[in-house]
């Protein structure tokens, strides 16, 4: 049965959407969920290899890319990684972690999916779907929120929106969120998808994208010119017969802008220890690092006198030329591998727009907007959902206990 008069509709049966809709639940609203899958919480199902990589240990704000870099502070303070790992540990789901924080289940993400939508089912939330939402007018002074939707007018106190970035169109992403945010007069950083690998076109890069399947660990360096700030890592990156991709590559991505260069690093710094490579030639050196295929690609770029002699040998020259070779080695993508690739967008919902303590529009009191529909974007690692978890924990709490204060609320009748 789909409701027709609830005090929180929730757009969206993701990640923030169901922990959202159980949040206001449990403080007494009536939520109901509207999504337009068959299946809810699909992209959960294909996270993190089908293990879901649920949080990260480590997660801060550092982890963030937003014009306003501070928004996620008070949501994550509010709902740390630590609290959602104790309900994975309540509800008795075997976690690991694999690399730097990363918290991946043991057995399957579906363990994620399934304590989600019992936590809502506990807590009454009606998880109304596939239900299209045709149209909405928000919530004005005094007036309560209306849905349209294909089984008919559903009157809601508040309105969470939910729906999610524009990743993985197969699975049910649509420019939801954005279209409405962009009708209510709110500003929206342009999507483009993030996290995803990169190609390589240019002939320069011929014999890179030959040596598919080789990875190495670098550190890569991208800068963005869109008022993302600037990202370092230190990751594995992986070559592909379309260009770059592995953790080092989707990282830098998140930075990336069609036109601008990448740095790669195939030899930091501290490869260079002389006390460690002084009696080595560069190509000895190279070998240790990386696997032998890429090592004799790179070594191509070294001068052939060079190549023979020992580092300890080498006078400034040549060593500068050889750091210029090997070090900060610019690439310039020409594009990404687009949103079938991309595990997030980058953009949304600008943030100017919501409260940091609520994600609720500042203009229009009563519509809340969270997880990846809003320009937060996580770095790779579990923070993507954290941040759900988070913005759905804050704009959850406050849309139940300001509808359901409300005098009345329990009598209408769903
Ligand atoms: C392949 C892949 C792997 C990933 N792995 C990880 C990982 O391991 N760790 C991590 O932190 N992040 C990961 N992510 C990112 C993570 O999945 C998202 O950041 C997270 O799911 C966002 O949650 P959300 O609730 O905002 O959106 P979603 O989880 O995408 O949920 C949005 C919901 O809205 C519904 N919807 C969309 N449009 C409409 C509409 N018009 N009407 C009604 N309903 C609508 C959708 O059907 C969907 O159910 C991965 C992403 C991908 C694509």
């Known amino acids: 049965m789909t409701p027709t008069h609830v005090d929180v509709a929730v757009v969206g049966g993701g990640a923030a959407g169901l922990f959202a809709a159980a949040r206001a639940a449990e403080l007494g609203a009536r939520v109901a969920v509207f999504d337009h899958a068959p299946v809810l919480g699909e992209k959960i ?7 879901c990589n649920f949080t990260n240990r480590d997660c801060s ?6 014009q306003d ?5 008070h949501a994550l303070a509010a709902f740390p990684p630590e609290a959602f790992i104790e309900r994975v540990r309540q509800r008795g789901i075997g976690f690991h972690e694999k690399h730097r924080g990363q918290l991946f289940c043991d057995h399957s993400a579906q363990d994620i999916v399934a304590m989600l939508l019992d936590d809502c089912r506990a807590h009454g939330v009606v998880l109304a779907h596939p239900v299209e939402v045709l149209d909405c007018a928000p919530p004005t002074a005094g007036q309560p929120a209306r849905l349209e939707t294909s089984r008919g007018v559903v009157i809601a106190r508040c309105l969470i929106v939910a729906t999610g970035g524009l990743p993985v169109p197969k699975i049910g992403a649509t420019a939801w969120a954005l279209d409405f ?6 500003s929206v950083v342009e999507p483009r998808p993030a996290l995803v ?8 890069s011929e ?4 040596l598919s399947g080789v990875s190495a660990p670098v550190q890569i360096s991208a800068v963005s010119r869109d008022g993302y700030g600037e990202g370092h890592f230190d990751e594995d990156l992986l070559l592909t017969h379309k260009g770059l991709s592995g953790p080092a590559v989707l990282q830098a991505s998140s930075f990336w802008e069609e036109g601008a260069e990448l740095w790669v690093d195939w030899l930091p710094d501290a490869a260079f220890d002389e006390s460690a490579v002084g009696r080595s030639t560069v190509g000895q050196m190279l070998e240790a690092r990386l696997p032998s295929r890429l090592a004799a690609a790179l070594m191509e770029h070294i001068d052939p006198e060079i190549r023979p002699r020992r580092w ?3 006078g400034r020259q040549a060593r500068t ?4 070779q090997l070090q900060r080695v610019p690439f310039r993508p020409a594009a990404t591998l687009g949103w079938n690739k991309a595990e997030v967008m980058r953009g949304g919902v600008a943030t100017e727009g919501l409260s940091p303590k609520t994600c609720e529009a500042r203009a229009h009191p009563g519509v809340y907007f969270i997880g990846e529909c809003v320009d937060v974007t996580g770095h790779l690692g579990g923070h993507n959902f954290q941040w759900a978890w988070a913005s759905g924990f804050v704009a959850g709490r406050h849309a139940g206990s300001s509808s359901a204060s409300r005098p009345g609320s329990s009598s209408s009748a769903c």
């Open 45 to 51: 199902r294909i996270s993190g290899g089908g293990r």
């Open 312 to 314: 300890a040998e080498l």
């Open 197 to 204: 690998p990169l190609a390589l076109t240019d002939p320069a």
């Open 207 to 210: 014999p890179l994208r030959a």
């Open 69 to 73: 870099p501070r928004f996620v502070r």
């Open 321 to 324: 030329q050889v750091r210029s």
């Open 61 to 66: 704000p550092a982890n963030f890319l937003s």
């Open 181 to 186: 945010a962009r009708r209510l007069g709110l």
